[in-house]
């Protein structure tokens, strides 16, 4: 029996590593996400991210083949950022490692600081790198990774202080980050998302296509996140040694409010209690109605959605989150599974449903799908609770599935699917109150007309 950590999987509950910091890339103005590897990897991604997000994804790729990936692929890669700039004019190009440059031990730090010094004379570009090999990583890791890249390498001085909040949101979809800076707007303080994929991965559409999207976060406010109030970052597992507000806490004293991706009414909040200790204004009564608003919901709901047995997979913080929600709503959820390992998930889990539940989910960590649905057998779910790469499965089980988080492929609109806030939570809560209905619907021998 072999004693390698690395095993084959059937179907992976994650995404490659590089993936993550292509999409994080993007979430910053004028940026170009550069993939330091073979072609195919670029190709795939791309078709990825697209059929999630429905709008075109420029991914740059220095193009790797046999004799680089022999001796090295330096050349291809100062030629490629050559490229980026000629005919994209990239404020910043973000350059992520692939399997390939991993493996054969490229120095993408060296051959970046030989780049800068042998073309110092041509107006260069910001470049970010990050080391994203993905058979030691997801997709999140990458996200993660490039999130705290960009602040550590962009970041470089204290400025003064000025009335802005950092937010760093963790995965969520464009319609969630505009509801954020919707918040923070009505809390009378400007916010500095990052990254800020809200205008970028969901844009109108347009006579001639840009090269560069409109979007995304200004390079100038990310300079200036040393001098905000204060950061909130989203999301309860411990991706990272040391994360974006983390960073940015230590070296310019920048206090940085943890909390969950705040979706379900105690950990929104947590948001907002966090969003009231940095500004030190009050919760506008906007909120405060959304908030009695959703909490009528679930008194309304209570009796479609009490006792249900559900299965929550997918990206760990979304999985954190989900379990949360549905702890309070009066969903049992009995397995939370991510393809993740996470140096703090089972404690996490344990953390948001306190007080809610006599003991957590099971966990699982490393899984994938065969492992999720082997153990499902058994455990006999209403329903499943993430993306839509669970959705062979779910209808081989003959149960709904509540469509959360990425990637969505078999539904239309993922990019504008709301989760956070309590706007977000009335509408996910009303969704998955009608799969339920929809389904006692369709069991029922006369279909019932009123329920």
């Not at 970046?112 to 890791?141: C, Q, W």
């Not at 929104?268 to 959304?290: I, N, Q, R, V």
């Not at 509540?402 to 989760?419: A, N, S, Y």
Request: glycine share 10%; with cysteine; proline share 6%.
């Amino acid at each position: 029996m072999s004693d390698s950590p690395y095993v084959s999987t059937t179907n992976a509950c994650k995404l490659c590593t590089p993936l993550g910091a292509a999409l994080a890339f993007r979430g910053v103005e004028g940026a170009i996400p550069f993939l330091h590897g073979s072609q195919g990897c670029a190709t795939y991604m791309r078709r990825y991210i697209i059929s999630h997000f429905r709008e075109p994804m420029d991914i740059a790729s220095s193009a790797l083949g046999e004799k680089q990936a022999v001796f090295g692929g330096g050349p291809n890669l100062k030629k490629g950022i050559l490229n980026v700039m000629s005919k994209y004019g990239a404020k910043v190009v973000g350059v992520a490692t692939t399997c390939l440059t991993e493996t054969i031990g490229d120095d993408v730090p060296r051959l970046l600081a030989e780049f800068r010094k042998e073309f110092g004379d041509l107006p260069l570009p910001e470049i970010v790198n990050v080391s994203t090999p993905s058979y030691s990583g997801t997709h999140m890791e990458g996200w993660h990774a490039a999130t705290a890249a960009l602040a550590s390498q962009l970041v470089r001085e204290k400025v003064a202080a000025h009335r802005r909040v950092n937010l760093i949101p963790g995965f969520v979809s464009p319609a969630d980050l505009r509801y954020f800076k919707e918040i923070l707007a009505d809390y009378g303080v400007a916010a500095t998302v990052l990254p800020d994929i809200s205008e970028s991965m969901d844009r109108p559409a347009l006579l001639d296509y840009e090269k560069l999207p409109a979007g995304g976060t200004p390079l100038a406010d990310i300079r200036a996140m040393s001098g905000a109030l204060g950061s909130i970052e989203c999301g309860r597992a411990a991706h990272m040694a040391e994360s974006a507000g983390d960073n940015l806490e230590r070296r310019f004293g920048v206090k940085n409010h943890r909390v969950g991706i705040p979706v379900g009414i105690r950990e929104t909040d947590a948001f907002f209690d966090a969003l009231e200790a940095l500004t030190g204004a009050p919760m506008p009564e906007k909120y405060a109605s959304e908030r009695g608003k959703l909490v009528d919901a679930y008194v309304d709901g209570h009796k479609y959605v009490a006792g249900k047995r559900a299965i929550v997979y997918g990206e760990e913080d979304m999985v954190i989150t989900m379990v949360a929600f549905l702890a309070e709503i009066g969903v049992k959820p009995i397995l939370a599974a991510t393809g993740a390992k996470c140096r703090n998930f089972k404690q996490a889990l344990a953390d948001v449903v306190e007080g809610i539940l006599p003991e957590p989910p099971e966990a699982r960590e490393g899984v994938d799908f065969h492992d999720i649905a082997e153990q499902a057998a058994d455990l006999a779910p209403d329903l499943l609770v993430g993306h839509s790469k669970g959705y062979r499965y779910a209808k081989d089980m003959g149960v709904p599935l509540v469509r959360v988080g990425f990637p969505i492929h078999d539904r239309f609109g993922g990019q504008r699917m709301l989760h956070v806030g309590y706007r977000g939570t009335q509408e996910l809560f009303d969704r998955l109150v009608n799969t339920i209905l929809e389904r006692k619907q369709e069991d029922s021998a006369v279909g019932y007309g009123y329920l």
